[in-house]
């Protein structure tokens, strides 16, 4: 039979351990130690987010210009050269966006649609080409009708003023007759 030797633990003298802080309860019932600790986290993250926030300046600016200067300047260039180039019937079309050299106009009918693709097909796709080298490849035209003017306030009311003149007219007819 073998005797086992009892396994020794190690302990550390009192002395080399860490003296831990000790908690005190503060004046509602939460410890001081626990209240450090949440404002450290705290400040963490308003570190975190100041810094995000610093990251998201850096960054704006270059995809501001590249989403949104760059994109309308080349759509302005090409606004003035469709109104120059076009013939006078396309002119009231709307040119919508620019996206990947591909140029979206917006007309109000099929039949200006029909019109329009036909010219393009013709010559005016090339001509845009050339007066806007390397800005629109493709042209695509869809129906979209324009957004209904209001009225004018002013029309309005003179036409209910005009319906109830009328009316009392009407009435005023009536009364004489009985």
């Known amino acids: ?3 086992r030797k009892p396994r020794t633990v190690y302990t550390p003298a ?9 908690a005190k309860a503060g004046p509602q019932g939460v410890s001081v130690l626990k209240f450090q600790q949440h404002l450290e986290i705290k400040r963490q ?11 998201l300046d850096a960054v704006l600016p270059a995809w501001f210009r590249k989403n949104v200067v760059k994109p309308g300047k ?12 076009m013939p006078e019937k396309f002119r009231l ?9 591909q140029l979206s106009v917006a007309v109000d009918s099929a039949s200006a649609k029909a019109a329009l693709d036909q010219a393009l097909r013709k010559d005016m796709l090339e001509l845009l080409r050339t007066m806007c080298p390397g ?6 035209v869809s129906v979209l009708p324009a957004a209904p003017q209001p009225r004018d306030e002013s029309e309005g009311r003179a036409r209910l003023r005009q319906q109830k ?3 009392a007219r009407r009435a005023a007819g009536a009364e004489d007759r009985d």
């Open 93 to 101: 079309c709307r040119l919508v966006a620019l996206q990947k050299r």
């Open 45 to 55: 993250q308003q570190q975190r987010r100041a810094g995000s926030i610093r990251a």
């Open 74 to 85: 080349d759509l302005e260039l090409i606004q003035d050269v469709w109104l120059t180039v």
């Open 135 to 140: 800005r629109v490849y493709t042209v695509k």
């Open 165 to 167: 003149v009328q009316e």
């Open 14 to 22: 009192p002395s080399a351990v860490p003296a831990q802080p000790q």
């Open 1 to 3: 039979m073998t005797v």
